[in-house]
């Protein structure tokens, strides 16, 4: 974790954190440590969902900003894009202006967290230089992984469109960390995971935020960790450059790598061969095998089409868990 001290401070010497980084990447577990620890995130909350179940601790005012910003450029109100420029009027700067100053000025620690606010980091630090930014990621296997169980449309149809999603949050986080030294903090999840108290204790001393410690319970069980070696393996060969933006930005955080290595080919081809085998499983459970064996050209997936159009996918996108990641 990285950072230094700016000089600018808003009202009564306040510093808003603004806690931001791709979906699925901790943001919410982050949130939830920091609002434990005394930061007060919004007087509206979205609520909670199936996919986090302990609450999202989105400010709804800066949620639904965002939303309207993104339908205006024609972009999806989850965010999912790779779009660089996303244009704001002078009427919905205005409209962020008022947001802030309804939230600043009233003697407490204060900030949000929203992952769309990564999409928008050079206008609010604009609106509001006093503020620090803690900027999270994940690993990218890991994050594509989350965003498959959830069985969302976008992905269903493009699975692929969720590693470039991936790529274009991460390298803004890294653009703008690199730009900012001074007010940003890169974290990675797996690090607030393993120290929380470390992490708030970084806010305080990178970020000059006057927060305190953690709370003492905090279900971290919601973070899962895949230990699958080849699904970073299949990443290093069909997109490196994913491999080597993770790299960088583990290197902003200042803690030591975790020696992650990307995996060897061997380790891709076994993982294929593994998931071409439970694909052929769960054919055979679904009742394939009673009807005798079919040749290529006749077998069709549940949904129509050439089952050779459909086997890619299959081997990543299987139905979710009861738990969320």
């Known amino acids: 974790m990285t950072a230094g001290l700016a000089a600018s401070d808003g009202p009564g010497g306040e510093r808003p954190l603004i806690i931001c980084g791709m979906h699925r990447s901790g943001t919410s577990f982050v949130a939830s440590l920091v609002a434990g620890a005394g930061v007060h995130l919004g007087d509206e909350l979205l609520e909670s969902s199936p996919g986090n179940p302990r609450g999202h601790f989105e400010d709804v005012g800066i949620l639904d900003f965002h939303r309207t910003v993104l339908i205006a450029n024609g972009i999806v109100s989850e965010g999912y894009t790779t779009q660089a420029t996303i244009a704001l009027s002078p009427s919905l700067r205005r409209q962020a202006a008022d947001l802030v100053a309804a939230r600043a000025g009233r003697g407490r ?11 928008f980091l050079d206008v609010w630090q604009t609106l ?3 503020a620090r930014f803690l900027l999270l990621f994940r690993r990218p296997w890991e994050v594509v992984d989350s965003l498959f169980r959830r069985g969302e449309t976008t992905f269903r149809h493009n699975p692929a469109f969720a ?4 790529l274009h949050y991460n390298r803004l986080l890294l653009d703008f960390a690199t730009r900012n030294p001074e007010v940003t903090l890169v974290c990675e999840a797996a690090q607030a995971v393993a120290n929380p108290i470390g992490l708030c204790d970084s806010i305080r001393q990178r970020l000059h935020v006057p927060i305190g410690d953690p709370p003492d319970c905090y279900d971290d069980s919601l973070l899962l960790q895949d230990g699958d070696a080849g699904r970073p393996a ?6 490196p450059e994913s491999i080597t933006l993770y790299r960088q930005l583990q290197e902003l955080t200042g803690v030591p790598a975790d020696g992650f290595t990307a995996p060897t080919p061997i380790a891709l081809r076994g993982h294929l061969l593994a998931e071409w085998q439970r694909s052929a499983v769960h054919g055979a459970v679904r009742g394939d095998g009673a009807r005798g064996h079919r040749g290529p050209d ?8 050439d089952w050779r159009r459909r086997w890619p996918l299959s081997w990543w996108q299987r139905p979710p868990p009861r738990r969320a990641a």
């Not at 299949?234 to 997109?239: P, R, V």
């Open 128 to 130: 509001v230089p006093e």
């Open 234 to 239: 299949l990443l290093a060969a069909m997109c």
């Open 163 to 166: 590693l470039d999603v991936w």
């Open 298 to 305: 006749q077998r069709r997936s549940p949904r129509g089409g």
């Open 109 to 119: 620690t204060w900030g949000w967290k929203e992952p769309r606010t990564t999409l």
